[in-house]
């Protein structure tokens, strides 16, 4: 069993930053990918940033490219996501997700069923 934990949400006005961080435990962090995702209300939960199991490779959704940056501390059992330029369409809760099985580039892990764990979301809120 894995558990994820995320945490770092709140409000920020637009053009500001939040750093969200999601710890694991109960598997070996560090042979895995790790994702993250957001749901706007309304909408579906869809893919935002993908990291490989040793850090040496992120994948990102096009809407966030070039603004947010996933990275990992597996010392620590910790992923992050750094948030900056911050829009109101960032609005959403944010969640973080571990790999289902041992895949290489975390390019492949754009579709939530390649995950098999999920935390239980942080609220993240932009205003303009």
């Known amino acids: 069993q894995v558990q994820l934990v995320e945490s770092g949400g709140g409000l920020v006005q637009a053009g500001g930053s939040l750093r969200l961080s999601c710890v694991a435990s109960g598997r070996t962090f560090s042979s895995y990918n790790m994702g993250w995702f957001r749901q706007a209300p309304g909408k579906e939960r869809e893919f935002v940033a993908a990291i490989r199991w040793n850090g040496g490779r992120t994948y990102y959704a096009n809407s966030v490219k070039g603004r947010f940056t996933v990275s990992r501390d597996n010392a620590k059992n910790t992923v992050y996501l750094q948030m900056n330029s911050l829009i109101p369409e960032d609005t959403a809760v944010y969640y973080c997700?571990?790999?289902?099985?041992?895949?290489?580039?975390?390019?492949?892990?754009?579709?939530?069923?390649?995950?098999?764990?999920w935390g239980q979301g942080t609220q993240v809120t932009v205003s303009s």
């Open positions: 997700a571990a790999a289902r099985y041992a895949y290489s580039e975390p390019s492949a892990n754009t579709d939530q069923g390649t995950y098999g764990y």
